[in-house]
């Protein structure tokens, strides 16, 4: 059983940047690939990046590309998007997700609880 803590969160103006975290806890970290997923109020949650076990791998939705950038340290257990230039549009609740196998647009068996991130113009 994987437990996934999102943070990093927060207000930020257009053109800003925040780096979100997620930390991992009760599994093998290093086994899981992992997603970020965002859900905007009275939408559906969709796929934002995903990365490989060791990394190796990244990817991303076409309105992300060249903003947002997915990392992992495996020796702190803990995933990260650092996302730039931001957009009202990015305006969502983010999820990270584990998943055995490679990341896909669906998400694994385990979830955080969300940090929200809002974009003002």
């Known amino acids: 059983q994987v437990q996934l803590v999102e943070s990093g969160g927060g207000l930020v103006q257009a053109g800003g940047s925040l780096r979100l975290s997620c930390a991992a806890s009760?599994?093998?970290?290093?086994?899981?690939?992992l997603g970020w997923f965002r859900q905007a109020p009275g939408k559906e949650r969709d796929f934002v990046a995903g990365?490989?076990?060791?990394?190796?791998?990244?990817y991303y939705v076409d309105s992300v590309k060249g903003r947002f950038t997915i990392s992992r340290d495996n020796a702190k257990n803990t995933a990260y998007l650092q996302m730039n230039n931001l957009k009202p549009e990015d305006t969502a609740v983010y999820y990270c997700?584990?998943?055995?196998?490679?990341?896909?647009?669906?998400?694994?068996?385990?979830w955080g609880q969300g940090t929200q991130v809002t974009v003002s113009s």
């Open positions: 990365i490989t076990w060791g990394g190796e791998s990244t």
């Open positions: 009760g599994g093998t970290f290093s086994s899981y690939s």
């Open positions: 997700t584990a998943e055995t196998g490679m990341p896909t647009i669906h998400g694994g068996d385990y």
